[in-house]
């Protein structure tokens, strides 16, 4: 008996595995009917509706070109970035070469001394009426010693010329004090020492009230005409006899005036001690410190001068970076 192999259902789309013996039909779905609504449809039949077909979508297959990123933005900055750099690099030679510059030139410049003096100038409360006229006294105070009339004759007297003595001569206020400071920069320290001793002597000459030394002139000539007048009735006086009753009336005229006299020389006397005492109260303007020498030059000053050639090469590279960039900007 031959046997016959068995087949073995092909499986694919639409298909269900066996069960047992038995193949299972894939259910295939029902054509839809309508019931029939009109005599034709009675006398025909009922319509057949087949089912719509299902669109089939194709797939989308994946992007697989490149996308190009342009790179143009990130390479002008990275160029504008290097420009930034070399030129700051620029700027700061200029800026550093400028110093050393202005430190060589300090060191190799002429030592410049100075001498200066005190003055103690007394803002006396019955002139003053308050904070702004004593800072108008001072300030007339040292456009005085600033003034030709000062400085014209202390020039004359050591050979120099006014404008000259002007830039050598400094005058200002210590502080918020009452001293007045006056300095004087030479190449000399004899030289600043001797004018700046000439120019406060000067001033303190100058300082003396016309009035007060009148004042003082009249009572000493009434004092002086007192004793002429005085003296002359005394030696009269002694030439009467007095036995002689002639002479009686004369003499008691003279002995007379001669207490007059005397009444008025000790009333002149007085007038001076009481002048001569209320000027030594009244507070007068003096040397406070002795011209003197600064113990080191004022001039050069090397951190000074270092400092304002940096300055300098500051602006002057402000100016190179300023000229590179527009030119850049009108190339580009």
């Known amino acids: 008996m031959t046997s016959t192999p068995e087949q073995t259902p092909e499986k694919g789309p639409g298909r269900l595995p066996p069960i047992g013996d038995r193949e299972i039909e894939p259910r295939r779905p029902a054509a839809a009917t309508e019931e029939p609504t009109t005599p034709e449809q009675a006398r025909f039949g009922p319509r057949r509706i087949d089912p719509l077909p299902v669109p089939v979508v194709p797939a989308i297959a994946p992007r697989t070109e490149q996308v190009e990123v342009d790179d143009e933005p990130l390479t002008l900055l990275g ?13 700061a030679g200029i800026v550093v070469l400028a110093g050393i510059v202005g430190f060589m030139m300090s060191r190799s410049s002429t030592p410049i001394y100075a001498a200066q003096t005190d003055i103690f100038f007394p803002l006396d409360a019955d002139r003053g009426t308050g904070f702004l006229r004593e800072d108008r006294r001072i300030s007339t105070q040292l456009e005085s010693i600033r003034s030709r009339s000062i400085l014209g004759p202390v020039a004359a007297r050591h050979s120099l010329e006014v404008d000259e003595l002007e830039r050598m001569t400094s005058v200002g206020v210590v502080g918020a004090s009452e001293i007045i400071r006056i300095q004087v920069q030479s190449e000399s320290t004899d030289v600043a020492l001797a004018v700046v001793e000439d120019i406060a002597s000067t001033y303190l000459a100058q300082l003396s009230d016309p009035g007060v030394d009148a004042a003082r002139v009249l009572l000493l000539v009434e004092a002086s005409d007192i004793e002429d007048e005085l003296g002359s009735v005394n030696a009269e006086i002694a030439d009467i006899d007095p036995a002689d009753t002639a002479t009686a009336p004369r003499l008691a005229e003279l002995q ?7 009444a008025r020389q000790s009333d002149v006397e007085q007038r001076r001690s009481a002048f001569e005492v209320q000027q030594a109260l009244l507070p007068q303007p003096s040397v406070l410190a002795e011209p003197y020498a600064l113990s080191k030059p004022v001039a050069p000053n090397v951190i000074f001068d270092t400092a304002r050639g940096m300055a300098v090469g500051m602006a002057l590279a402000t100016i190179m970076v300023a000229a590179l960039i527009a030119r850049t900007a009108w190339r580009d």
Do not use: K
């Open 79 to 91: 160029v504008g970035l290097a420009r930034l750099f070399r030129w700051a690099l620029y700027a």
């Open 256 to 262: 007379a005036e001669r207490t007059a006299l005397l």
